[in-house]
């Protein structure tokens, strides 16, 4: 493991590739700016309004829109929207929760606004759960599900009081 820097800076570098199949990539500090080979802990490649850094610690997280409190789940169905900390790298997402007539819950989730070249998500259909997908006409979501707020999973999901399932997080590809 790498000891930890003594200080942590951004270095804007200038850069040229060579062009040829070689593909050296020739990177110097922009002018005025200067830089040592101990001064380097780590390179980031990409745009980081464009491109994920999985390197990085935090490359991008989701969090409800709002106060997850305000959603209200004391219905059988209810919808939220959740946003990253990248929008540029990862777009808004629709969430819709339902109690389901089986007993089951449902949460699925989809692009708020489909990107262009972006497929629709796979989903599991119903018929292999063996759900028919038919809303309760009772009974409220908040028994159980809880939409987390900022540093809780995202979602916890309960039977009986006791929590079954956290999710964490979300990367897509």
């Known amino acids: 493991m790498l000891p930890e820097p003594e200080r942590v800076y951004t270095v804007d ?3 040229a590739n060579s062009g040829d199949m070689s593909e ?3 990177m110097t500090p922009k002018a005025g700016t200067t830089m040592t080979m101990k001064d380097l802990y780590w390179l980031n490649f990409g745009n980081s309004a464009q491109h994920l850094n999985l390197c990085g610690g935090d490359p991008a997280k989701y969090s409800w829109k709002g106060d997850p ?5 004391s219905s059988v169905t209810a919808e939220a929207t959740l946003v990253s900390t990248n929008s540029n790298v990862y777009p808004d997402l629709t969430v819709k929760m339902a109690l389901l007539d089986s007993g089951a819950v449902s949460v699925k989730w989809n692009y708020r606004s489909l990107p262009t ?3 629709e998500p796979w989903a599991v259909p119903d018929l292999v759960l063996a759900i028919d997908g038919t809303v309760a006409a009772s009974g409220s979501l908040s028994t159980y599900l809880k939409l987390g707020a900022s540093g ?3 979602l916890t999901v309960m039977s009986n009081g006791v929590k079954v399932f956290e999710l964490t997080g979300i990367i897509l590809q």
């Open 117 to 119: 070249g972006w497929k």
């Open 152 to 154: 809780e999973p995202l």
């Open 69 to 73: 409190s305000a959603v209200d789940l």
């Open 24 to 26: 050296v990539l020739t």
């Open 13 to 15: 570098l200038d850069f």
